[in-house]
């Protein structure tokens, strides 16, 4: 099952950088992976309403398929410890780079 949360960056290549046989290192503004660190968030809060949404539904038993709402907690849960990742890995690399100029 494909994660949504990660869709935006599935058609990258991990080897992109190599494809500039100029020898300059390419002109980026990082919007792409801030677009991407954005989508996710977002998806992570669709996620948690969805799930939210599903639970209370599943307390006053208006909810018939209980699956429903354990799945959607989970995804959200996962999702939502995969942008936390992310995050920590970009702070940490940037903390590094910050250390080398030094």
Same mark, same amino acid.
């Given at each position: 099952? *494909?994660? *949504?949360?990660?869709?935006?960056?599935?058609?990258?290549? *991990?080897?992109?950088?190599? /494809?500039?046989?100029?020898?300059?290192? *390419?002109?980026?503004?990082?919007?792409? &992976?801030?677009?991407?660190?954005?989508?996710? !968030?977002?998806? !992570?809060?669709?996620?948690?309403?969805?799930?939210?949404?599903?639970?209370?539904?599943? !307390?006053?038993?208006?909810?018939?398929?209980?699956?429903?709402?354990?799945?959607?907690?989970?995804?959200?849960?996962?999702?939502? /410890?995969?942008?936390?990742? !992310?995050?920590?890995?970009?702070?940490?690399? &940037?903390? /590094?780079?910050?250390?080398?100029?030094?």
């Amino acid at each position: 099952m *494909p994660i *949504p949360a990660i869709g935006a960056v599935a058609g990258t290549l *991990p080897t992109a950088y190599l /494809e500039n046989t100029a020898g300059a290192a *390419p002109a980026t503004d990082g919007g792409g &992976f801030a677009s991407s660190l954005a989508g996710a !968030v977002d998806n !992570v809060q669709d996620l948690s309403s969805t799930s939210k949404k599903l639970a209370v539904q599943a !307390v006053t038993g208006d909810l018939d398929d209980i699956h429903a709402a354990q799945i959607a907690s989970t995804r959200a849960s996962l999702t939502l /410890e995969l942008v936390a990742a !992310v995050r920590n890995k970009s702070v940490d690399a &940037f903390n /590094e780079i910050m250390r080398m100029q030094a």
